[in-house]
C-alpha cells in the first residue's frame, strides 16, 4: 500500500540543507496505520523525495516512519525500497557484525573514540554509491553520525594541496595477522588464502605473504573523484584516517615499539611511495571539522546518504547505541 499524501519535507533542518529531513504528513494517519511501517505506506512518496533532494543536498533523514517497535531488519527492508540488492561489507577496515540480509552493525570501536569523517570505502577503487543507516537505540548522550558535503570540502582543500593529491593519488598499505587489527581472515570473509589472491587480483590489490601467515596489501587509489551523475568533482580518500598520525602520540610510539612502521596495521602514502606531510593533514582535517553538520539521533531514524558526495563519521557517546547500517550500487574507479 502506498499513498502520494505530501510529506513534510525540511531543507532548513541542519546548516547548508544538509541532511533534508523528512517526515509523514501529520493528523491523518489511521488508528491502523499508526502501528504499521509508515514507510510502507507512503513509499511512493519516499522515493519520489530521495529521488529530488538526495542529488542536490547529499543527504536526506527519514524521521517518523519506523513506528514505535523499530528493528534491526527494518534497514534491509527500507533500503530496499531504493534498491533490489544490497551489498555485503567486503575488503573492510573496521570491525563490525554481519545481521544478515545485506545490513551490518555500525563500526564496533568503543564508545570513547571518534570515528573522523569519511566516505565509506574511499580506501579502494570499489565502493557503494548509497549507504543508509537506521536508528534502532539512540544513544542518551553523544553518539552522533556526523556528515559533510565532499564538494564543500574538494573546494575548500588548499588548492596546492588538492593538485598534489591528484597528480600523486594515494598508496594505502595494510598489515594484517599481526594482533594489532583485523584478521585477513575477516577483511576477506574466507580463511583460504587462494580466494584472499583471487580477490585481490580481480580488485587491483597488490599482496604479498609474509611470516607466520600473515599478509600485507597495498593499493593506489584515488585521491578525488568525479560523481557518476552530477559529474561534480569531491575530496574522496581515506589519507587523514589511516595515516599514522591519526593515532594519538602515545599510543604511536607505543605501536611503533611493536612493529615497524612497514608493519602497521595501516597507513598511507603518495602514489609514489612518498611521505604524507603529516603538516598537510592537519590542514585537512581543518577543513573537515569546519564542515561537519551534527544532529542527534532519534530511534527509527534512516539516514539515507550518496556515499560519495556526503562523509560520515561517529562521536562519542555513553550508554546503549544500536546503529546498523546497508549499502547498496557497487561502483567501481576506472583505472
Not at 114 to 120: A, C, K, S
Not at 133 to 162: L, M, Q, W
Not at 219 to 234: F, L, Y
Not at 268 to 278: A, K, L, Q, R, S
Request: charged share 20%; hydrophobic share 35%.
Amino acid at each position: 500500500m502506498s499513498s502520494n499524501a505530501d510529506l513534510i519535507i525540511s531543507t532548513g533542518f541542519q546548516q547548508n540543507g544538509l541532511p533534508v529531513l523528512i517526515t509523514p504528513p501529520k493528523g491523518n494517519e489511521t488508528a491502523d496505520q499508526v502501528n504499521r511501517k509508515l514507510w510502507q505506506i507512503y513509499s511512493d512518496s519516499i522515493r519520489k523525495a530521495a529521488a529530488s533532494h538526495l542529488s542536490v543536498s547529499g543527504g536526506v533523514l527519514f524521521r517518523g516512519f519506523a513506528g514505535e517497535q523499530t528493528q534491526e531488519k527494518f534497514c534491509n527492508e527500507f533500503a530496499k525500497l531504493f534498491a533490489d540488492h544490497l551489498l555485503s561489507y567486503e575488503f573492510g577496515s573496521t570491525p563490525r557484525t554481519d545481521l544478515g540480509d545485506g545490513v551490518y552493525t555500525a563500526t564496533e570501536y568503543p564508545s570513547h573514540q571518534v570515528i573522523p569523517l569519511h566516505n565509506e570505502q574511499s580506501y579502494t577503487l570499489n565502493w557503494p554509491l548509497n549507504i543508509w543507516f537506521h536508528c534502532v537505540v539512540a544513544p542518551k548522550d553523544g553518539g552522533e553520525t556526523p556528515i559533510a558535503d565532499s564538494r564543500r570540502i574538494y573546494n575548500k582543500i588548499p588548492i596546492d594541496v588538492r593538485q598534489r593529491f591528484e597528480s600523486k593519488k594515494l598508496t594505502y598499505v595494510r598489515n594484517y595477522g599481526n594482533g594489532l587489527d583485523l584478521s585477513w581472515e575477516q577483511v576477506f570473509n574466507t580463511d583460504s588464502k587462494a580466494e584472499v589472491e583471487r580477490y585481490c587480483r580481480k580488485h587491483h590489490i597488490n599482496f604479498k605473504w609474509k611470516d607466520g601467515a600473515e599478509l600485507r596489501t597495498w593499493q593506489k587509489c584515488q585521491a578525488t573523484a568525479q560523481h557518476h551523475t552530477t559529474k561534480e568533482w569531491v575530496w574522496f580518500n581515506q589519507a587523514h584516517l589511516f595515516h599514522v598520525s591519526n593515532i594519538d602520540l602515545a599510543t604511536r610510539e607505543i605501536l611503533l615499539d611493536v612493529v615497524a612502521v612497514q608493519d602497521l596495521p595501516r597507513n598511507v602514502y603518495y602514489g609514489d611511495g612518498g611521505e604524507i606531510e603529516e603538516s598537510i593533514l592537519a590542514e585537512i582535517r581543518g577543513v573537515l571539522e569546519q564542515e561537519t553538520v551534527y544532529f542527534p539521533w532519534q530511534q527509527g531514524d534512516f539516514l539515507m546518504l550518496d556515499n560519495m558526495l556526503t562523509a560520515h563519521g561517529r562521536s562519542t557517546f555513553s550508554g546503549d547505541r544500536k546503529i546498523v547500517v546497508a549499502m547498496a550500487n557497487a561502483y567501481s574507479q576506472p583505472l
